[in-house]
């Protein structure tokens, strides 16, 4: 190890935490040489910042293949490492079943006192327990927490977030989300997204609460606004035909911005002022400009991030910080308790 780097420790090696490209080939501190970099373990062990201490599960056979992929070691709790291991933890990202986030954030805290915290998304089953995990965050103020909603540190999102609080595309008009597999589950990244390209949404309407899918989750449908405006965004799933979907239809005053198909691409259609004397609306262009996400390295553009807070850089700059997953979160609270469904 070196001293140089920030140590950090991957808490649960399910699918977000190691298995998604588990059996791509890699090179240590080279992020070129990895197709895909879709999971904690390989953005960790790919960036030349960072130093991949340890994994922990409960799970002997995903401690087993994480020890074969990475050559790191593995615990099956918090107090096994800490018995065997002395180094001092910088960061920890924590990627287990939303049910158990809030009491482990908790044990990470008083135990390991990390000074950067990644959360998996949904931070919690409920607003109420992501309150709990507010909570046991301010208790150290200087705890830096990330949410890992991957979408909001793309490149070409933080782009064009800059593009439309700069005024260039115009105001916001109307809008759609379509998704499917639960709300929070899935449905919240794509939400989550909007929220940083529309400001001011809140919660307006339910109109379909949808089926449950687990004990926490719905495929709920509803509708936001924007503050002081008569914008609207729908929300709306599909997950009732048995189908996952994230799409992202925008339409503001300078053109139509579309984030398709889970986000391989953006694709935007400018307006074009009319010059007829007799066509009194403007279109849109026929053929959209075409710009590729590079959601195949999200979470190396995650951890990039992070590898920010540790050289100066002010935590006001986190593409997601709690408090914004906390925002989202939120709404998805508002529309699942309206009483205006059964």
Known sequence: MKNSKINTLIIGLGQIGFKYDFSIKYEIDNPESSKKIITHARSVVCHPDFNLAAGI???KEACKSFNLVYKNPTYSDINSFLSS???KIDLV???????????????VINKINPKVLLIEKPIAISIQEARKVELLC???PDLVVCIN????????????????????VGEFLYGNIIYGKGIISNGSHFLNLAQIWINNLEYLKTFDKGKKINDFDREASFILKCKNKKSLLSVYSIGSNNLRAGEIDLWFEGGRLCFLNNGKSLYFWPRLRTKSLIETHDSLAEIPKVYSTNNEKSQYFVIDSIKNIFHGNDKINLPCSLNEGLETMSIINNALKSQNLK
Request: glycine content about 4%.
């Open 57 to 59: 599960d409960n799970n």
């Open 85 to 87: 291991e002395q180094t």
């Open 93 to 107: 990202i924590i990627a287990v079943n939303p049910h158990n986030q809030p009491k482990l954030i908790e044990e």
């Open 138 to 140: 301010k208790k150290k």
């Open 149 to 168: 909603y991957g979408r909001r540190y793309l490149p070409l999102v933080q782009k064009w977030s800059k593009l439309i609080n700069s005024g260039e």
